[in-house]
């Protein structure tokens, strides 16, 4: 049964694996100018989370990797506070 365990392990990675990213206020706002809506101003398309965008601007690993933000990102359209998974449709 080794093979069942070894994919779970492709999910859950240890510690040692794991990569805690510190986005810091420079990080934050070059993501926003890639964000075109939030889920509150365009709840028909939002589909992709804060963190697919924060992948593609540090270009750490989405399996692996988990964000620390400095300060709360905002919705570059409605100026809306987001909880850093809410925002969609990068440009």
């Not at 028909?44 to 750490?60: C, H, K, Q, Y």
């Not at 933000?69 to 809410?86: A, F, I, T, Y």
Request: glycine residues 6%; proline residues 11%; negative net charge.
């Amino acid at each position: 049964m080794p093979e069942f365990f070894e994919f779970f392990d492709f999910f859950d990675p240890t510690p040692e694996e794991q990569n805690v990213v510190l986005v810091g206020a420079a990080t934050l706002r070059e993501a926003e100018k890639l964000i075109e809506a939030c889920e509150y101003c365009n709840p028909e398309g939002a589909e992709i989370p804060f963190d697919n965008v924060l992948d593609r601007i540090t270009g750490s690993d989405p399996s692996v990797t988990d964000y620390i933000l400095e300060s709360v990102p905002r919705c570059p359209k409605c100026r809306r506070p987001g909880s850093g998974k809410d925002f969609d449709q990068p440009r």
